[in-house]
């Protein structure tokens, strides 16, 4: 019997009041907060980032690819509500077929690259804290993902356990700490007491670049080459994701935490077969000569253990299930972003599904879900 499908990666979308009516008093006045833009329509000015996010990429599911080049034409009013508003989020939900979400943020995104850890910190206490009055509406299909802020590892470990007490089921990471990186022992309390707590540790795409006020030419990365290929910066969003899930295996962080559940969110999953083969392919070949730590087992059994992927569109996913860990993918419709599958995650769930088992369909479309964040029943 084919269960209900879960989706591992959708968002909410901010509202104006969010970050200005929940963050520490000390940065009300620099409180991130939404402002309309005769050109861009609706856009989130965040103090300390030179660019504005446009709400309409954030919130245009659905929407013609043609007509969102008009960004003059846009305004609130032919937005996605369900972003910010939780009853319009489960009529959404029922329109598309979906039985719950893993909610991820939207500015909160480009939050996790704010160069000032206080400001960075006091900017996700109140995400979160909105996220979980949103989420409480309908706690068995809305299932918020709380921001960590890493400014330290103290910091970082009372955060996740406020996460907790919040009824948040994760914690989503910038892609950059304070201090040392990520494979430092300096966060092995942090990464012990997010197993201890139970709660599922993301990196999701847009992790790569460090300062967000660095020249680009694309609205999602600078990692374009050339001119006339701005393009190229999307294509390069899931090169972050790659660094740091390799950092990871390498750096024996899932050696030392076994039972740590690492998720990379929206980065697609086409791409592991040959990621992990090359993995192993240098540690056999190279660590006698490039520093690493000592593993006890190949780098990719750490990684097909260890890492869940999230993906919306990726034929080749499902295509290449055999090479991966069909118990680790985990689909996802990424409402109400430009790039969801929403209304038609039905047709699209058809299509790529079409050679799977029922078996295999239900793993990649509900129960990875339900194991990976511990649920107690299946939504």
């Known amino acids: 019997m084919l269960k209900p499908v879960l989706s591992a990666d959708s ?16 940065y009300k006045d620099r409180a991130p907060r939404m402002q309309h833009d005769s050109r861009r329509g609706d856009i989130y000015i965040i103090d300390g980032i030179d660019r504005p996010i446009s709400v309409t990429l954030l919130s245009a599911a659905g929407v013609d690819p043609v007509a969102i080049a008009n960004l003059e034409r846009v305004n609130r009013g032919w937005l996605q509500r369900g972003g910010w508003d939780p009853a319009v989020r489960l009529a959404d939900q029922d329109r598309d077929g979906i039985g719950a979400e893993i909610l991820y943020p939207s500015v909160g995104m480009l939050l996790c690259k704010h160069l000032d850890f206080d400001y960075r910190k006091a900017c996700m206490d109140a995400y979160n804290l909105w996220l ?19 400014r330290t590892v103290d910091d970082s470990i ?17 892609g950059w700490p304070s ?13 012990d007491a997010c197993v201890d707590l139970g709660l599922p540790v993301t990196f999701h795409h847009l992790a790569g670049r460090r300062n967000p006020n660095e020249a680009t030419d694309s609205p999602y990365s600078d990692g374009n080459r050339g001119v006339n290929t701005k393009l190229n910066g999307w294509m390069n969003l899931v090169r972050g994701n790659q660094d ?42 190279h660590r006698h000569h490039i520093k690493t730590e ?11 253990h260890n890492v869940y992927l999230t993906f919306q569109d990726d034929l080749m996913a499902f295509k290449l299930r055999h090479l991966c860990n069909v118990r680790r993918l985990m ?14 995650s039905r047709e699209v769930i058809q299509e790529h599904t079409a050679e799977l088992s029922e078996e295999e369909r239900n793993l990649v479309l509900h129960d990875n879900l339900v194991e990976c964040y511990g649920l107690a029943v299946a939504a």
């Open 158 to 174: 009372a955060e996740a356990r406020k996460i907790k007490e919040l009824g948040l089921r994760g914690v989503m990471l910038p």
């Open 179 to 191: 201090e040392e990186d990520y494979d430092g022992r300096l966060y092995d309390p942090f990464w």
């Open 132 to 150: 979980a009055e949103f989420c409480a509406t309908q706690p068995d299909r809305l299932l918020g993902v709380g921001q960590v802020s890493l």
């Open 294 to 304: 000592p593993l006890s087992k190949a780098p990719s059994e750490y990684f097909r």
């Open 244 to 285: 740091l899930l390799a950092m990871f295996v390498f750096g024996g962080v899932f050696e030392r935490h076994p039972t740590l559940k690492l998720i990379c969110a929206e980065a697609d999953a086409g791409w592991v077969p040959h990621f992990t083969y090359r993995m192993d392919y240098a540690y056999d070949h």
């Open 331 to 344: 689909w996802a419709n990424d409402f109400p972003h430009f790039d969801s599958t929403w209304p038609r």
């Open 11 to 26: 968002h909410v979308t901010e509202p104006p009041d969010a970050y200005v009516s929940r963050i520490d008093h000390r």
